[in-house]
């Protein structure tokens, strides 16, 4: 079943995909400095990731937590 059909898998591709944007914009600056376009939308989730920290953080761990025991 894709992620798109199955809302589990969409939230956990949702998660991974805002902390690998912050990550990479952390470490590499210059790759996602363009906001408009295909990579503005990776920009868009970096940003989400860096000002929603907390509740993302919260959000991977209990999305971990409910893949693990779940």
Same mark, same amino acid.
């Given at each position: 079943? &894709?992620? =798109?059909?199955?809302?589990?898998? %969409? =939230? /956990?591709?949702? +998660? =991974? @995909?805002?902390?690998?944007? /912050?990550? +990479?914009?952390?470490?590499?600056?210059?790759? +996602? !400095?363009? *906001? /408009?376009?295909? *990579? @503005?939308? %990776? #920009?868009?989730?970096? *940003?989400? @990731? !860096? *000002?929603?920290?907390? #509740?993302?953080?919260? @959000?991977?761990?209990?999305?971990?937590? &409910?893949?693990? %025991? %779940?």
């Amino acid at each position: 079943m &894709s992620a =798109l059909f199955n809302f589990h898998s %969409f =939230l /956990t591709v949702v +998660l =991974l @995909g805002i902390c690998a944007c /912050t990550y +990479l914009k952390m470490q590499f600056p210059a790759i +996602l !400095e363009q *906001r /408009t376009g295909f *990579r @503005g939308f %990776f #920009w868009k989730a970096a *940003r989400i @990731g !860096e *000002r929603l920290s907390p #509740w993302v953080a919260f @959000g991977c761990f209990s999305m971990g937590v &409910s893949i693990i %025991f %779940f």
